[in-house]
């Protein structure tokens, strides 16, 4: 039977089970210092991995700790980054998962005063449950000792005074793109419009591009930058020279690489793509042009920039 548990009734559970446990899987969004020496305390003989969001923000804010994850990469454990991570998952073995809204940090398991009041429930090991905690593992990025350094550099060269106009989003040279796309990756509404979800997860990529929409060329080269802007420009130069496609070829095109379980259903991709769409017109017109043949849906057409410049 699934109820509800405080941060504290989740941290007593935890060491209950954690030390005879051979697989442990940690998804959440902020890791700490407090939390990781808890944890390596529990720890007995198990295959740890972390899943954290790790972005510069956090850690020049003090939401996750840059050490912490260091020293549990020397700890053996497998540390992965996933930049739009906003949930928060234990999973024991195969046959217990705990979720909510503590995250692997001190105040979130209630490990230091003032802890925070958390709401967390043991939910059922399902094989969907089992499936979206493997989906959001596979579509990290694993982080080595090297990365680690060149994040802490790039940290360091960071002014103080300016921490509050920090990105969400490492450089190229620090993290590499990831390549699984998710429903998450595109945006939810059109551009300038709010959404309740990019306050919870403001390290959406489209939460950020909203977050810049007053600044135009800013949100436009975050736009430009953006995993589902830059697919779909893949998308239209392996179509060089064929026929452009239209709305329902790059529907069916973006329903078979999404790596969402359950797959959406067609009215939903058909939604993102069609503010996507919206997101080009305002940000990529010089890029990717949008027509209407005759009554036909939209079609796409890669600009040849050469050509435009000649």
């Known amino acids: ?27 959440s969004a902020f890791v700490s210092k407090p939390a990781i020496e808890w944890l390596e305390e529990q720890i007995d003989n198990s295959s740890v991995c972390i899943v954290g ?20 990469i020397l700890s ?42 958390e709401a967390c429930t043991q939910v059922s090991p399902s094989k969907e449950s089992k499936a979206f905690i493997q989906m959001i593992i596979n579509g990290s990025i694993n982080l080595t000792l090297e990365m680690i350094d060149k994040m802490q550099l790039f940290i360091d060269a960071i002014d103080s005074s300016s921490s509050n106009d920090v990105t ?15 429903v998450s990756d ?6 300038g419009e709010h959404h309740e979800l990019y306050e919870i997860n403001s390290s959406l990529e ?8 007053s600044n135009f ?11 589902a802007y ?33 797959t959406p259903y067609r009215r939903g991709i058909k939604d993102i793509q069609a503010h996507l769409y919206s997101y080009i017109s305002l940000y990529a017109s010089e890029e990717i042009e949008i027509y209407v043949p005759g009554r036909r849906s939209q079609v796409l057409r890669l600009i040849d920039t050469r050509k435009r410049l000649q």
């Open 186 to 191: 595109f945006p939810i509404v059109g551009p």
């Open 230 to 262: 830059r697919w779909l420009k893949e998308v239209l130069v392996a179509n060089k020279g064929k026929r452009d496609l239209g709305f329902g070829q790059i529907s069916s095109l973006l329903h078979d690489i999404l790596s969402d379980v359950p």
């Open 76 to 117: 053996g454990y497998t540390v992965k980054c996933l930049p739009n991570l906003h949930a928060k998952i234990y999973q024991i073995d195969e046959n217990l998962i705990f979720t909510g809204s503590a995250n692997m940090t001190g105040r979130g398991l209630a490990l230091v005063d003032n802890g925070n009041l």
């Open 168 to 182: 969400n989003i490492w450089p190229d040279n620090i993290m590499p793109k990831i390549t699984d796309i998710f």
């Open 206 to 213: 489209f939460a950020i591009i909203s977050s810049e929409y």
């Open 217 to 227: 060329e800013i949100a436009q080269q975050y736009f430009k930058n953006s995993k």
């Open 53 to 72: 969001r790790f972005s510069p923000k956090d850690f020049i804010d003090g939401a996750s700790n840059i050490d912490a994850v260091k020293r549990c």
């Open 1 to 27: 039977m699934n109820f509800l548990m405080t941060s504290n009734q989740l941290t007593s559970n935890l060491e209950t089970v954690i030390p005879n446990c051979k697989k442990l899987n940690i998804i």
